[in-house]
């Protein structure tokens, strides 16, 4: 069990990929970042010696404080937004810890360059049915929260992407794009190296309800089902993407929590 203002891995874990998930704060030296350049999933760096002005922009969330080994660095990063009002724990064992209960870590070297807001910029066709939907919510969930996203017209992706300083997906002869049977979900996963069971099993059924091969797994069909749904629902791609977070957040915790789960029909009425 972690101790008062501390959260062990295992249990950061299971709220990394969920609405849940607390603010991750790296607050690494670079010497140490740069002996070991992965982030906790989520997560974002911030310079340890500057809590003082960017504890605020946590304000309103809950956030774990993430150093090397668990010690001084997260302390002090966790402690300054506790007196100012914000809820912070460290992580047990910092990224050591991490590491030894053998969770993933991913490789931040691959993501675009941020915006001046410290935001990752994604450009992407408008009109998203599936793929273009789960990539940004696996985005958000696993890789950068406050990532922005641009639909656009489909000729203009790539100029967009180049304008404004975005990283085109979803679209060919781009690398964030399908590579052979996989889907760009699937190519996510694997370029930034997070892959767990909930993750690959829910990478089966995009790819299945993207492709139209419904036979990679049951629950394809019920995805495009929704997906398609949700695109005649909304209008507007931005809020046609938020609808579409809670549906891979029900998907995502389906593959982690339920899947040996089923459900009957049992007649409530009182015997005679």
């Not at 009002?85 to 590491?99: F, H, N, R, S, Y």
């Not at 490789?107 to 807001?117: C, E, G, Y």
């Not at 639909?151 to 979803?170: L, R, Y």
């Not at 829910?202 to 990679?216: E, N, S």
Request: charged share 25%; aromatic share 8%; proline share 7%.
């Amino acid at each position: 069990m972690s101790a008062v203002n501390k959260i062990s891995p295992e249990k950061l874990s299971r709220l990394i990929g969920t609405p849940k998930s607390p603010a991750l704060i790296d607050v690494r030296t670079d010497e140490d970042f740069a002996a070991n350049p992965k982030l906790v999933p989520g997560s974002v760096r911030r310079p340890f010696a500057e809590v003082t002005a960017w504890a605020a922009e946590f304000s309103g969330k809950n956030a774990v404080a993430i150093c090397d080994k668990g010690l001084k660095l997260s302390e002090g990063a966790a402690a300054w937004p506790r007196q100012e009002g914000i809820p912070a724990e460290i992580l047990d064992g910092g990224i050591q810890g991490w590491k030894k209960a053998a969770l993933p870590l991913a490789d931040p070297s691959k993501l675009p360059p941020r915006d001046a807001k410290g935001r990752t910029v994604w450009v992407t066709r408008s009109r998203p049915k599936i793929d273009r939907i789960a990539c940004p919510w696996l985005i958000r969930r696993f890789l950068d929260p406050n990532a922005a996203f641009l639909f656009v017209t489909p000729a203009e992706v790539k100029a967009v992407a180049s304008k404004f300083g975005g990283a085109p997906f979803d679209i060919e002869d781009t690398f964030w794009s399908h590579r052979g049977e996989l889907c760009t979900f699937d190519v996510l996963i694997e370029e930034f190296g997070i892959a767990t069971e909930p993750l690959l099993h829910l990478a089966k059924i995009v790819r299945g309800a993207d492709t139209g091969r419904l036979d990679l797994a049951p629950e394809a069909a019920g995805l495009l089902a929704a997906s398609l749904e949700l695109s005649r629902m909304y209008a507007d791609d931005l809020e046609q993407l938020e609808a579409g977070m809670g549906l891979y957040d029900a998907f995502y915790r389906w593959c982690r929590d339920a899947t040996e789960e089923t459900h009957g029909w049992t007649s409530h009425k009182a015997s005679v």
